[in-house]
């Protein structure tokens, strides 16, 4: 019994052994044969309640198995879906990165043409800044003029006021000396009346009564002078009081007219100051604004020498302050000032070439050429003129009958130019009241 339970045993043994070497990742399974061994061993081997555990194991065992095997499926798929999403993460990306060079390159290019524009923006505003600068240079020299000027004026009135104090006190002196001297006089006259008197009257006493009806009419005669004295000395002072009186008037009316000259002084500065905050207003508005007017309009094809109306186009390089109006050919000026055109044709072959710049329906200028066979077949002609317009005039290039011009859409030989020289003083005017408005 032992020995046939140890060979059915080792028999088992090895084929359990055999089946373990095909490796870690592969599901075992045990074939009929095997599990009938097994059992056969077991039943051989190990008491009933033994094999009712062994049971129990291999089933817990099989569990394990199915779940081990439904876990690997599950990562396999899941491996398969993370792999398939990595590829179209990258394919993404790939797509990204592509957008994102595009990206790089416009950014490159917008960056380069916005570095022109802000160099040639730079340019423009460092010329003006240095002509404002010089502009307001010269503004601050002549106010620093006007105020060495008004300082200086200033200056003589205050001497001249200064003189005036000083003689008027020089003669109120001499005048409380005058009073002075004429107070001492009388004093000394009514002392000497006195003392007269007093000898008098003792030489009345000593005479006798009869000198008194003499004495009475030197006394009377004494009041009479003294009256007429206090009446001297009263018409005296009236007159000193009226002298000073004068002469406060006069220093008072001196004050009063260096203070309207100083008002006048004063209103004038305030005038040249709201002068001065104009005139910056204007050079500000100038700043902000742009009196260039031009355009340059070119034809892409043929004219077949209809004739007898206004040249069209087909194109411009530049219309700044948009005047040119290309379906009608008119240009409507929108600044008036000095302006300079230029009209450029190539003549068709062996045809004539009549046209004229007009200005409000009159001829201005003229272009002709006439072509010979026994010369050439083509030729270049232009005309170049500069004449005074005004806001509104109309100027148009004008085919007479007969024109045939050569033009192609690689090759534009006819080119109508017109460009603003000058603005006019009716536009800077027009601009300096706008500005002062503001």
């Given at each position: 019994m032992t020995c046939a339970g140890g060979s059915a045993y080792a028999a088992w043994e090895a084929g359990h052994a055999g089946s373990s070497d095909r490796g870690s990742t592969e599901t075992w399974v045990e074939d009929?044969?095997?599990?009938?061994?097994r059992r056969s061993v077991e039943t051989q081997l190990f008491p009933s309640w033994h094999r009712i555990t062994t049971d129990k194991m291999e089933a817990n065992l099989a569990a394990t198995f199915d779940a081990g095997n439904s876990f690997n499926s599950k990562l396999k798929d899941t491996l398969e879906g993370l792999l398939g999403a990595n590829n179209e993460r990258k394919a993404e990306i790939d797509a990204l990165r592509g957008d994102h060079d595009q990206l790089k390159k416009d950014h490159d290019a917008l960056e380069n043409t916005t570095t022109r524009e802000n160099d040639l923006r730079k340019n423009e505003v460092k010329?003006?800044?240095?002509?404002?600068?010089?502009?307001?240079?010269?503004?601050?020299?002549d106010i620093a003029k006007l105020d060495g000027k008004l300082d200086s004026e200033n200056n003589a009135r205050k001497e001249e006021i200064k003189a005036l104090d000083g003689w008027a006190k020089g003669e109120n002196d001499a005048r409380k000396t005058e009073i002075a001297n004429i107070k001492n006089f009388a004093e000394t006259e009514?002392?000497?009346?006195?003392?007269?008197?007093?000898?008098?009257?003792?030489?009345?006493k000593s005479e006798n009564d009869g000198r008194k009806a003499d004495i009475a009419a030197l006394g009377a005669r004494a009041d009479a002078e003294a009256a007429a004295r206090d009446g001297e000395d009263k018409a005296l002072s009236e007159r000193i009081s009226k002298e000073v009186s004068d002469r406060e008037a006069a220093v008072a009316e001196q004050q009063a007219r260096g203070d309207s000259q100083n008002e006048e002084r004063i209103g004038d500065i305030d005038a040249l100051k709201t002068k001065m905050m104009q005139e910056n207003a204007f050079l500000k508005s100038l700043s902000g604004k742009t009196l260039g007017v031009y355009f340059n309009a070119y034809r892409t094809k043929a004219y077949d020498g209809g004739g007898e109306e206004n040249l069209t186009f087909q194109g411009t390089y530049c219309n700044v302050g948009g005047g040119l109006d290309t379906d009608t050919g008119i240009f409507t000026c929108p600044t008036g000032g000095t302006y300079m055109f230029q009209f450029h044709i190539a003549t068709h072959d062996n045809k004539k070439a009549l046209l004229s710049i007009r200005k409000n329906g009159e001829e201005i200028a003229s272009i002709f050429d006439q072509n010979h066979k026994d010369n050439h077949k083509n030729s270049m002609a232009g005309q170049n003129i500069i004449m005074d317009v005004k806001r509104g005039d109309e100027i148009v290039v004008y085919a007479y009958t007969g024109t045939w011009l050569a033009d192609f859409p690689m090759n534009h030989y006819t080119h109508w130019v017109g460009l603003l020289l000058k603005p006019s003083e009716e536009e800077i005017e027009a601009l300096r009241k706008t500005s002062e408005e503001l």
């Open positions: 009929e044969e095997a599990v009938q061994l010329s003006l800044e240095e002509r404002t600068a010089k502009d307001n240079q010269s503004r601050i020299t009514n002392d000497a009346r006195k003392t007269a008197i007093a000898n008098l009257d003792n030489f009345a």
